[in-house]
Every structure is written in C-alpha cells, then in structure tokens.
C-alpha cells in the first residue's frame, strides 16, 4: 500500500500542533493570575499571595519550557513538509511571525528571567511588573499567531500574482474577518484552563487537608474567574459559529450534520454520520433550532454539504463529534461554575467532597475542550489550506514522500512522549513540595534580600520584613 504524503504530513502536524496547544493555553492563563497574585502580594503585604505566587511560577516554568521546545518544530515542519505553502505565502505569514518573535518572545523571555530568579534581588515593584509584561508577552504572541492562523480561514488584504501571494492591505490582512472572535475565544480558553487548573490543585489540598487556609483562597478567586468565565465563553463561542456560518458555512455543516440545505433546520443532538451515504444515522434532533441559533429566524436557510463535491467535504465526523465533546465540556464547567456559587455560603464549596473531587478531575477538562475546538477548526477546513486559495495536496512539499512522513511522524512522537514524561515529572514533583512555609519565606527575605534596596519605599520594606 502506497503511503500518503499529504495524509501523513497533515498527521504529523495536528500532533505536533495538539501537543503545543496545550501548554500555550495553560500559560496565557497563568501568567494573568500570577500577575495577580503579585499585584496582591505588593499592594497587601500579606504573605499567602506571595507563597501562592511562588509555587505557580514554578509550575509556570516547566509548562512554559515545554511550550517553547514543542512550538520550534511547527515552524520547521512548514518548511520540511509544506514548502510550497511557506513560498506561496512568504510575503505575508513571514513577516507576522516575525512580529510574533519580536514583539512578545523577546519580551517574554526577558522578564520571564526577572519574574524567575529576580526574586528580593530586585524591588518588588519591579518583580510584579516582571510579570505583567510576561502576561502581556503571552497575550501578545496568541495575537500574532491567530492573526496568522486566522488569515488562513478567512483569507483578506491579499491578491495572488505568478502563484505567490502580495499583501494589497496589512490592516485587512492582519485583521482579518475571523481575527478577534477567535482571539477573545482563545483567550477565555486560557482564562479557563489556568481557572480549572488551579481549582484542581488547590482541591486536592485541601481534600489532604495541606495549607488548606492558603488553596481556599485560591480555590474562591479561581471560582469567581470561572462563573464569569463560562458564560462569557458559551456566548463568544456562539459568536464564532456565527462567524463560520458567514464566512465557511461547509465547515459550520459538517459541525452540525446537515447534509441538505433546508430552512427550519433542525439542530442535531446526537447521530452517527455516514459521509459515504451522505447522512445521519440514529439522528436525534430539535427541529428549527439550528436555524434559529445561525440565522436568528426559525426560517432560516441553513447550507447542506451535497452542495459542494463530496471530496470537497471536510472529514464530517471528526468535525461533528468534537464539536460535541467541546460543548459538552463547556455545560459541565457551567455546572460547576454554579455549584461554585451555591456553595459560597458558609463556605460549603471547600468543604463539599464530591465538589472538590469533581474539580480535581475537571483540571484535565479545559486541555480536551481545546484539542476538540481546535480539530473542529482546522479539520473544518479541510481540503483547503488556505481557504478557497490552496488545498494541502496544492501545499505539500513536492519531494516528500509517504516513508519520509511516516519515519518523522514516528520520531515526532518518541521525542514528544520523552519531553512530556519529563515534565509531567517534574510537574509532579513540584505539586508534592506544596507552598513555601511561612517560616521559610521569612527566612527567604532575610537571606536573599538585595543589601541596596533601589528606593525608600523598598528601604522600608527591607525593614518591616526582616524585623
């Protein structure tokens, strides 16, 4: 059987994308609440935001790390793999992720290290200010990147000329049609995922009944961040369907198993779809409401996929099932975001078992939401690299062949598994060692302490911490 350098190729890519993707939507969120832990720390001078504050920086810098080393490859795959797509497409994703590295990398890699080791060697203003700009720099490079990967779903401000793409308009590109609901979606996600996280690890120590007093208090900021959150997320996330169904409405098909157009569509809970039948089997659905949620009107016609070529379809079922799995997450974390505010009172929620054992595994349910939406988009997309302008059989790499795919396929996913069995490891460890002691942070300032505070207000500081 001859192997297939495009299939591979596209296999080979959604790992090495589904492995990174994880870590960049931990980190976003991260980063913010640590700058909010600082800011806490500095404006109160109360010692649990800065124990809090250190045990997720570390925390923070293995995700990071890990991040960084699975994120290189994506930009060597573009040109092993999809060469004739890096060419075609030069003059515009060139010089965005360029910015990418210029505007956010650098800035995050430079106070990443102040924010890391800089620690009672610097004032403390500084040391939160370190953080902001690391949260700023992760928000800056999901822009970049999304204003790329956006550009690639609802492409705009370019014109092709001799088979290479011309930018005619840097603002229509950049800010393509798609950009900012994907964005802000994207940023709930990381909001989120570091929420569930942080719920989760806080949960478990208290359910061990370890520095309880200091994880309470980030079990309820982290609550509060998820009851505004999920709604904010469901009615963004409609938001963005509502954008596919403009601007890639066989994408938005596949999504919801419609085969035919019709007016009064109904919205399909559950079914098996057949895409060699070109149908749904076992359809459980709402009559009407599909077209009600696209179009606003219970008449409204929404687009089947027999009106494009079948193999023109993306792959139907993958879209149609992790759409589900994505939505699915999202009614549970709503679940939890109430039980969160009906347990407010008398502080039941840090004493409820079954709440905290359900956070405790709800840890894990941001990163599978994520995957899902992402293979929702990008599989959406399907055949087209670049929608409407180049399909991925139009992208690949002329000289690949099928063994040469599948040998750095296999390669990809030995490295990848060493990586991440060692930062999980080292994640492991880290959440065993727990906080910092109030007994040690006492004995951190006084020992670390730089002996030439750079102001006043860090002279008084130094005294009022070492007394």
């Known amino acids: 059987m001859e192997l297939d350098p495009v299939l591979l190729s596209r296999i080979q890519f959604a790992f090495v994308v589904s492995f990174h993707a ?14 909010l832990l600082e800011g806490l720390s500095l404006k109160t001078g109360n010692p649990v935001w800065e124990r ?3 045990f997720w920086i570390q925390v923070f810098a293995v995700v990071f790390g890990m991040g960084v080393v699975s994120g290189i490859v994506m930009a060597f795959q573009f040109g092993t793999n999809w060469s004739v797509f890096s060419y075609t497409t030069a003059n515009f994703l060139g010089p965005v992720l360029s910015y990418e590295v210029i505007t956010a990398f650098f800035l995050e890699a430079a106070f990443l290290g102040v924010l890391l080791f800089g620690r009672n060697k610097v004032p403390q203003g500084i040391h939160f200010l370190s953080a902001v700009m690391v949260a700023l720099g992760t928000f800056i490079s999901s822009f970049w990147i999304l204003s790329a990967n956006s550009w690639m779903h609802t492409p705009a401000g370019v014109e092709m000329q001799n088979g290479l793409i011309y930018v005619t ?3 229509e590109a950049i800010f393509n049609p798609s950009l900012w609901v994907r964005f802000f979606h994207m940023a709930l996600a990381s909001f989120l995922t570091g929420a569930f996280v942080v719920c989760g690890v806080s949960a478990w120590y208290i359910l061990r009944k370890k520095d309880t007093d200091v994880h309470k208090k980030a079990l309820s900021m982290s609550l509060w961040l998820i009851l505004i959150a999920v709604p904010a997320q469901i009615y963004v996330g409609h938001e963005h369907g509502v954008n596919s169904f403009e601007h890639q409405p066989m994408k938005v098909a596949a999504m919801e198993g419609a085969w035919e157009t ?12 057949d895409q060699e039948n070109q149908r749904n089997r076992f359809e459980v659905a709402i009559p009407g409401l599909a077209s009600l949620v696209l179009t606003h009107d219970f008449e409204g016609e929404v687009p089947g996929l027999n009106e494009i070529p079948r193999e023109m379809q993306p792959p139907v079922a993958i879209v149609f099932f992790a759409f589900r799995i994505m939505v699915g997450i999202g009614v549970i974390m709503l679940f939890f975001a109430i039980a969160g505010l009906v347990l407010r009172r008398n502080g039941a929620y840090a004493r409820t078992p079954w709440f905290l054992n359900g956070l405790k595994w709800m840890a894990f349910s941001p990163f599978i939401a994520v995957l899902a939406g992402w293979f929702v988009t990008e599989v959406g997309r399907a055949p087209w690299l670049i929608y409407e ?4 059989s139009e992208g690949i790499t002329p000289s690949l062949t099928g063994g040469m795919a599948l040998f750095t396929l296999i390669g990809y996913i030995v490295v990848y598994a060493l990586v991440f069995a060692a930062g999980i490891y080292y994640l492991l460890r880290v959440i065993a060692s727990g906080v910092m002691s109030e007994n040690d942070l006492r004995e951190s300032h006084s020992h670390q302490r730089a002996k030439r505070p750079l102001s006043a207000a860090d002279a008084n500081w130094d005294e009022e911490h070492t007394s």
């Not at 019709?262 to 779809?273: D, H, R, S």
């Not at 302008?389 to 991925?392: C, E, L, W």
């Open 262 to 273: 019709k007016t009064n569509a109904p919205l399909v809970l559950f079914a098996i779809p």
């Open 22 to 35: 994880i870590f960049p939507v931990f980190t976003i969120g991260l980063a913010s609440y640590i700058a």
């Open 169 to 171: 308009s840097w603002t």
């Open 52 to 54: 809090l504050s250190r």
């Open 389 to 392: 302008v180049m399909t991925h």
